[in-house]
């Protein structure tokens, strides 16, 4: 059964699973997991996933997930792997401009109704707490060089063990709250001073801190070692590395721009800059990005604190970490291609890292029921809690969010802010946003339906899901 997107031909092999063939400079074919809904305009990312594929050392193929849209290089929601030792590449547009971006989870120890008389306090207390929107800000208000350094290089560890934290959220934080092989010397001096000013802060766009409610448990087994229940509250935040690795990509892509031709290299986009991990600017690029992601581990760190300090006094309650997961990273992975194991460079661009039980990465009181996985939804939706499974596709990988439909100025001319603070309000949904202008730009109707990525991505098999979290109030950039 055959579909036409534009240029680019998809064919249906089974439910939730389309096949872009090899063409032109195409080196491996384009899986994209979906359903012929979810690829309602989707033309230019579905070139951009053949693009992908004709990257030097890719193996196996260029995967796009359920809630693919177009992106800088690599579409948001592409998963790519490289083979390290057959002269495989790295991309910074395979990333993308927020390094690490991600979501944490943290569980309450009270539910709904008890929460409900402290809610407002609680929204409050948030408001005043958690520093946003686009500009200098953060929960370290001012730090000199040598401190961020120390970010650079720790991310959580260093946050937790300067009293922001406790030593349990390590264990449940991917890579145990920080990269390795930061290399802060590839940070240029005016990523630096971008970051100077916005450590521990949620900045704008999609990014929030949400309460939420635990509104369905499907797995009980998994949802009760993730600390999860019926009722239960939690708290969710989703942002990244802020300025800083915005600007670390931007002088990464030029450099590798400048540099490809020396290696032999041609892209079909020059957003897909690149160079072979092995060389210099690729080794440069991934330490200047492992340093990024330690900064966005070291601002959801201190976000965390921030929202423990407002729960414990407005409420009276403890927060507890469930997981920390990014979802725009490149990570060197082991994984077997045509029956042997490789050493892979795993390009993961709006896309989960999603490993299955029994995996020796995992904390070991999670490992028999595999990674947490975290998706948030849209204001007024809902997010979910998903868990790696065996077999997985895509190198362990699954989704990350809803996946946009509308830019930022469609959604904004479509809804306005007033009209949807009051529609969420409506719902009982506390809302505190920085500006109407950035709560119109996220609105529910920007975005694919959640829960039908979700539902594609457990029927292709890349993961299961565990609960379902309704928002009892949020907190915008």
């Known amino acids: 059964m055959r579909a036409r997107e534009a240029a680019v031909e998809l064919v249906e092999e089974r439910p939730h699973r389309f096949r872009i063939d090899p ?21 230019k990312s579905l070139e951009q996933v053949a693009h992908v594929a004709t990257l030097r050392g890719i193996v196996a193929a260029s995967y796009a997930m359920p809630d693919i849209h177009w992106g800088y290089g690599f579409p948001i929601g592409g998963v790519a792997a490289t083979d390290v030792d057959d002269g495989g590449v790295v991309s910074p547009g395979g990333v993308g401009f927020d390094i690490s971006c991600g979501v944490r989870l943290l569980a309450a120890d009270l539910d709904g109704r008890a929460l409900a008389p402290a809610l ?28 961020l350094e120390r970010v650079l290089r720790g991310g959580s560890r260093y946050a937790v063990a300067e009293g922001y934290g406790e030593e349990r959220d390590l264990g449940r934080c991917e890579d145990g709250g920080a990269v390795a092989d930061a290399d802060v010397s590839q940070v240029s001096e005016r990523a630096r001073e971008r970051g100077l000013g916005q450590v521990g802060s949620l900045g704008s766009a999609n990014h929030f801190l949400e309460v939420q409610r635990v509104d369905e448990v499907y797995d009980e087994t998994a949802a009760a070692l993730f600390g999860l229940a019926v009722g239960q509250v939690c708290v969710m935040i989703h942002c990244g590395s802020r300025g800083l690795g915005h600007q670390i990509c931007t002088d990464h892509v030029r450099s590798m721009d400048r540099a490809m ?4 290299i041609t892209v079909p986009d020059r957003q897909l800059a690149c160079t072979p991990v092995e060389s210099p600017e690729g080794q440069a690029y991934l330490g200047a990005m492992a340093a990024a992601a330690n900064y966005g581990r070291a601002n959801r760190q201190l976000l965390s604190d921030a929202a423990r300090r407002v729960f414990r006094r407005a409420a009276g309650a403890r927060l507890s970490l469930v997981y920390d997961v990014s979802h725009n990273l490149a990570k060197l992975e082991t994984h077997p ?39 948030p939804g849209t204001m007024g939706t809902a997010s979910y809690v998903l868990a790696g499974v065996p077999g997985g596709d895509a190198f362990f990988s699954t989704c990350h969010g809803a996946g946009r439909v509308m830019s930022r100025h469609q959604a904004a001319r479509a809804t306005s802010g007033k009209e949807l603070r009051a529609r969420l309000e409506g719902q009982g949904i506390a809302v505190r946003p920085r500006s109407l202008r950035g709560l119109s730009e996220e609105s529910p109707e920007a975005y694919k339906d959640v829960g039908a990525v979700v539902a594609v991505s457990e029927g292709a098999g890349l993961c299961r899901t565990v609960a379902r979290l309704v928002p009892l109030g949020v907190v915008k950039g």
């Open 23 to 43: 063409r032109g400079q195409m080196r491996v074919p384009g899986v994209v997991f979906a359903s012929r809904a979810l690829l309602r305009d989707a033309e």
């Open 120 to 147: 407002c306090a609680v929204m409050d207390g948030l408001d005043r707490s958690i520093p946003r929107g686009a500009g200098p800000g953060g929960v370290w208000r001012s730090i000199g060089p040598r401190q």
């Open 261 to 264: 031709s020396r290696y032999g």
């Open 337 to 375: 291609v045509a029956g042997a194991p490789r050493l892979l460079c795993v390009h993961r661009k709006g896309a989960t890292r999603a490993f299955p039980p029994g995996h020796p990465d995992l904390p070991e009181d999670l490992r028999e029921v595999g990674q947490p996985v975290l998706i």
